[in-house]
Protein backbone atom coordinates (compact mmCIF):
# COMPACT_ATOMS: atom_id res chain seq x y z
CA UNK A 1 0.00 0.00 0.00
CA UNK A 2 1.02 3.50 -0.71
CA UNK A 3 0.19 6.73 -0.32
CA UNK A 4 1.71 9.94 -1.78
CA UNK A 5 0.99 13.35 -0.54
CA UNK A 6 -1.49 14.55 -3.21
CA UNK A 7 -4.52 15.82 -1.03
CA UNK A 8 -2.95 18.99 -0.54
CA UNK A 9 -5.91 21.14 -0.27
CA UNK A 10 -7.78 18.78 1.20
CA UNK A 11 -5.24 18.21 4.13
CA UNK A 12 -5.57 22.47 4.46
CA UNK A 13 -9.12 22.87 4.53
CA UNK A 14 -9.58 20.13 7.71
CA UNK A 15 -6.62 21.38 9.01
CA UNK A 16 -8.05 25.28 8.71
CA UNK A 17 -11.95 23.81 10.97
CA UNK A 18 -9.89 21.81 13.53
CA UNK A 19 -7.75 25.12 13.90
CA UNK A 20 -10.90 27.26 13.64
CA UNK A 21 -12.65 24.83 16.73
CA UNK A 22 -9.61 24.58 18.55
CA UNK A 23 -9.42 28.82 18.59
CA UNK A 24 -13.00 28.72 19.63
CA UNK A 25 -12.80 25.93 22.54
CA UNK A 26 -9.09 27.18 23.65
CA UNK A 27 -10.54 30.48 25.54
CA UNK A 28 -13.81 29.07 27.36
CA UNK A 29 -11.19 26.43 28.52
CA UNK A 30 -8.31 28.80 29.54
CA UNK A 31 -11.42 30.92 31.77
CA UNK A 32 -12.18 27.30 33.51
CA UNK A 33 -8.75 26.94 34.10
CA UNK A 34 -7.94 30.24 35.48
CA UNK A 35 -11.77 30.38 37.98
CA UNK A 36 -11.18 26.85 38.81
CA UNK A 37 -7.77 27.97 40.03
CA UNK A 38 -9.09 30.98 41.95
CA UNK A 39 -12.15 28.19 43.71
CA UNK A 40 -9.14 26.23 44.41
CA UNK A 41 -7.79 28.62 47.04
CA UNK A 42 -10.36 28.77 48.99
CA UNK A 43 -11.16 25.22 48.68
CA UNK A 44 -9.75 21.47 48.60
CA UNK A 45 -11.26 18.38 47.32
CA UNK A 46 -9.34 15.69 45.60
CA UNK A 47 -11.83 16.09 42.83
CA UNK A 48 -9.97 19.59 41.77
CA UNK A 49 -6.49 17.79 40.87
CA UNK A 50 -8.49 15.76 38.57
CA UNK A 51 -10.14 18.16 37.23
CA UNK A 52 -7.24 20.69 36.77
CA UNK A 53 -5.34 17.70 35.12
CA UNK A 54 -7.67 16.47 32.24
CA UNK A 55 -8.34 20.67 31.51
CA UNK A 56 -4.37 20.61 31.22
CA UNK A 57 -4.61 17.72 28.75
CA UNK A 58 -7.47 19.04 26.85
CA UNK A 59 -4.99 22.53 26.85
CA UNK A 60 -2.49 20.57 25.60
CA UNK A 61 -4.22 18.94 22.93
CA UNK A 62 -5.75 22.03 21.74
CA UNK A 63 -2.41 24.44 21.75
CA UNK A 64 -0.52 21.34 19.48
CA UNK A 65 -3.66 21.57 17.08
CA UNK A 66 -2.89 25.03 16.60
CA UNK A 67 0.61 24.54 16.03
CA UNK A 68 0.23 21.93 13.31
CA UNK A 69 -2.93 23.49 11.51
CA UNK A 70 -1.33 26.85 11.55
CA UNK A 71 2.45 26.13 10.84
CA UNK A 72 2.58 29.89 9.50
CA UNK A 73 1.79 31.27 12.88
CA UNK A 74 4.95 30.26 14.12
CA UNK A 75 6.99 32.82 12.44
CA UNK A 76 10.48 31.25 12.50
CA UNK A 77 12.72 32.08 9.90
CA UNK A 78 14.06 29.61 7.22
CA UNK A 79 17.73 28.91 8.21
CA UNK A 80 20.02 26.62 6.57
CA UNK A 81 19.47 23.14 8.37
CA UNK A 82 21.66 20.32 8.00
CA UNK A 83 19.59 17.05 7.54
CA UNK A 84 21.75 14.70 9.39
CA UNK A 85 23.38 16.94 12.16
CA UNK A 86 19.54 17.49 13.04
CA UNK A 87 18.47 13.32 12.91
CA UNK A 88 21.96 12.30 15.06
CA UNK A 89 21.00 14.84 17.85
CA UNK A 90 17.58 13.53 17.70
CA UNK A 91 18.37 10.52 17.86
CA UNK A 92 20.38 11.01 21.01
CA UNK A 93 16.82 12.26 22.70
CA UNK A 94 15.68 8.45 22.42
CA UNK A 95 18.50 7.08 24.07
CA UNK A 96 16.62 5.95 27.01
CA UNK A 97 13.59 4.38 24.76
CA UNK A 98 15.93 2.38 22.67
CA UNK A 99 15.42 -1.42 24.70
CA UNK A 100 14.30 -4.02 22.56
CA UNK A 101 15.05 -1.82 19.18
CA UNK A 102 17.77 -1.40 17.25
CA UNK A 103 18.42 1.61 14.95
CA UNK A 104 20.69 1.22 11.89
CA UNK A 105 21.63 4.78 10.70
CA UNK A 106 22.86 4.86 7.58
CA UNK A 107 23.40 8.99 6.52
CA UNK A 108 25.20 8.92 3.37
CA UNK A 109 25.57 12.73 2.62
CA UNK A 110 26.10 14.54 5.60
CA UNK A 111 27.07 18.03 4.61
CA UNK A 112 23.85 18.32 2.56
CA UNK A 113 21.76 21.18 3.72
CA UNK A 114 17.68 22.13 2.97
CA UNK A 115 16.85 25.48 4.08
CA UNK A 116 13.35 25.46 5.89
CA UNK A 117 12.33 26.23 9.85
CA UNK A 118 14.38 24.15 11.78
CA UNK A 119 11.71 23.49 15.17
CA UNK A 120 9.15 22.27 12.87
CA UNK A 121 11.85 19.63 11.06
CA UNK A 122 13.37 18.62 14.03
CA UNK A 123 9.50 17.84 15.82
CA UNK A 124 8.59 16.06 12.38
CA UNK A 125 11.53 13.74 13.02
CA UNK A 126 10.77 13.06 16.44
CA UNK A 127 7.15 12.59 15.52
CA UNK A 128 8.27 9.99 12.55
CA UNK A 129 10.77 8.19 14.91
CA UNK A 130 8.40 8.33 18.30
CA UNK A 131 5.57 6.41 15.70
CA UNK A 132 8.32 3.96 14.42
CA UNK A 133 9.41 2.79 18.04
CA UNK A 134 5.51 2.79 18.95
CA UNK A 135 4.78 0.19 16.08
CA UNK A 136 7.00 -1.80 17.31
CA UNK A 137 6.01 -4.27 20.04
CA UNK A 138 8.88 -6.55 21.40
CA UNK A 139 12.02 -6.41 19.35
CA UNK A 140 12.02 -4.63 16.07
CA UNK A 141 14.19 -2.59 14.00
CA UNK A 142 14.54 1.10 12.73
CA UNK A 143 16.17 2.19 9.92
CA UNK A 144 17.21 5.65 8.88
CA UNK A 145 18.48 6.80 5.83
CA UNK A 146 19.80 10.02 4.11
CA UNK A 147 21.01 10.62 0.89
CA UNK A 148 21.28 13.32 -2.00
CA UNK A 149 19.52 13.03 -4.99
CA UNK A 150 18.88 15.39 -8.09
CA UNK A 151 17.96 18.25 -5.96
CA UNK A 152 16.28 16.38 -3.56
CA UNK A 153 17.23 15.31 0.37
CA UNK A 154 15.63 12.03 0.77
CA UNK A 155 15.14 11.15 4.43
CA UNK A 156 13.86 7.43 4.75
CA UNK A 157 12.53 5.73 7.89
CA UNK A 158 11.55 2.44 8.09
CA UNK A 159 10.26 0.20 11.01
CA UNK A 160 9.81 -3.64 11.24
CA UNK A 161 6.71 -2.66 13.23
CA UNK A 162 2.56 -3.95 12.90
CA UNK A 163 2.22 -1.80 10.38
CA UNK A 164 -1.05 0.25 8.87
CA UNK A 165 -3.71 -1.39 7.06
CA UNK A 166 -4.47 -0.56 3.49
CA UNK A 167 -7.30 1.52 3.28
CA UNK A 168 -5.99 3.69 6.18
CA UNK A 169 -2.85 4.88 4.41
CA UNK A 170 -4.66 7.51 2.26
CA UNK A 171 -6.18 9.24 5.79
CA UNK A 172 -2.52 9.35 7.29
CA UNK A 173 -2.18 13.04 8.45
CA UNK A 174 -5.79 13.59 9.01
CA UNK A 175 -6.12 15.49 12.20
CA UNK A 176 -6.99 13.18 15.35
CA UNK A 177 -6.82 10.18 13.10
CA UNK A 178 -5.07 7.63 15.37
CA UNK A 179 -5.19 3.70 16.36
CA UNK A 180 -3.75 4.03 20.12
CA UNK A 181 -5.97 4.41 22.85
CA UNK A 182 -3.89 7.47 24.42
CA UNK A 183 -3.29 8.87 20.67
CA UNK A 184 -3.76 12.30 19.68
CA UNK A 185 -3.39 11.80 15.91
CA UNK A 186 -1.68 14.88 15.49
CA UNK A 187 1.70 14.09 15.12
CA UNK A 188 1.49 13.02 11.28
CA UNK A 189 -0.41 15.91 10.87
CA UNK A 190 2.80 17.99 11.82
CA UNK A 191 4.85 15.72 9.52
CA UNK A 192 2.73 16.54 6.32
CA UNK A 193 2.33 19.93 6.79
CA UNK A 194 5.85 20.46 7.91
CA UNK A 195 6.92 18.60 4.42
CA UNK A 196 4.04 20.35 2.62
CA UNK A 197 5.54 23.96 3.88
CA UNK A 198 9.07 22.88 2.71
CA UNK A 199 7.85 21.88 -0.73
CA UNK A 200 8.44 18.47 -0.54
CA UNK A 201 6.59 15.16 -0.54
CA UNK A 202 6.03 12.18 1.48
CA UNK A 203 5.55 8.45 0.29
CA UNK A 204 3.82 5.70 2.45
CA UNK A 205 4.54 2.08 2.14
CA UNK A 206 3.33 -0.25 4.86
CA UNK A 207 3.03 -4.08 4.95
CA UNK A 208 0.61 -4.77 7.88
CA UNK A 209 2.50 -7.26 10.21
CA UNK A 210 5.80 -6.73 8.86
CA UNK A 211 6.47 -2.77 8.75
CA UNK A 212 6.74 0.81 7.68
CA UNK A 213 8.42 3.08 5.64
CA UNK A 214 8.21 7.07 5.45
CA UNK A 215 10.06 8.33 2.29
CA UNK A 216 10.55 11.68 2.73
CA UNK A 217 11.66 14.49 0.02
CA UNK A 218 12.90 17.82 0.11
CA UNK A 219 14.10 19.59 -2.17
CA UNK A 220 17.18 21.99 -2.03
CA UNK A 221 16.19 25.48 -2.48
P1 LIG B 1 -0.67 9.02 17.21
O1 LIG B 1 0.74 8.50 17.20
O2 LIG B 1 -0.95 9.94 18.35
O3 LIG B 1 -1.70 7.93 17.08
P2 LIG B 1 0.03 10.09 14.63
O4 LIG B 1 -0.55 11.20 13.83
O5 LIG B 1 1.47 10.18 15.00
O6 LIG B 1 -0.88 9.94 15.92
O7 LIG B 1 -0.21 8.74 13.85
C1 LIG B 1 -1.53 8.44 13.41
C2 LIG B 1 -1.74 6.95 13.23
O8 LIG B 1 -0.98 6.50 12.09
C3 LIG B 1 -1.26 6.08 14.36
O9 LIG B 1 -2.22 5.99 15.39
C4 LIG B 1 -1.03 4.74 13.67
O10 LIG B 1 -2.24 4.07 13.50
C5 LIG B 1 -0.55 5.17 12.29
N1 LIG B 1 0.92 5.14 12.18
C6 LIG B 1 1.75 6.20 12.06
N2 LIG B 1 3.04 5.81 11.96
C7 LIG B 1 3.02 4.46 12.02
C8 LIG B 1 4.04 3.45 11.95
N3 LIG B 1 5.33 3.76 11.82
N4 LIG B 1 3.63 2.16 12.02
C9 LIG B 1 2.33 1.84 12.16
N5 LIG B 1 1.34 2.74 12.23
C10 LIG B 1 1.66 4.03 12.16
MG1 LIG C 1 2.41 9.68 16.89
Known amino acids: AEKRLKDQEKLASIGQIAAGIAHEVKNPLTAV ?25 ALDTIKNLLQVSKPDLQD ?26 EVEIDLKDSEKTIKGKKNLFIKAFYNLMTNALEAIEGEGNIKIEHYYKDGCNHIII ?18 FFTSKSEGTGLGLTQVFTTVQEHGGNIAVQSVLGKGTTFHIQIPVT
Do not use: A
Not at 37 to 44: A, F, P, W
Not at 162 to 171: D, L, S, Y
Open 158 to 175: SDTGIGIPEEKIHILGTP
Open 33 to 57: KGFLQLYQEDHSHPYLMTINEELDR
Open 76 to 101: EPFVQINVCKEIKSMLFLFQDRLYSV
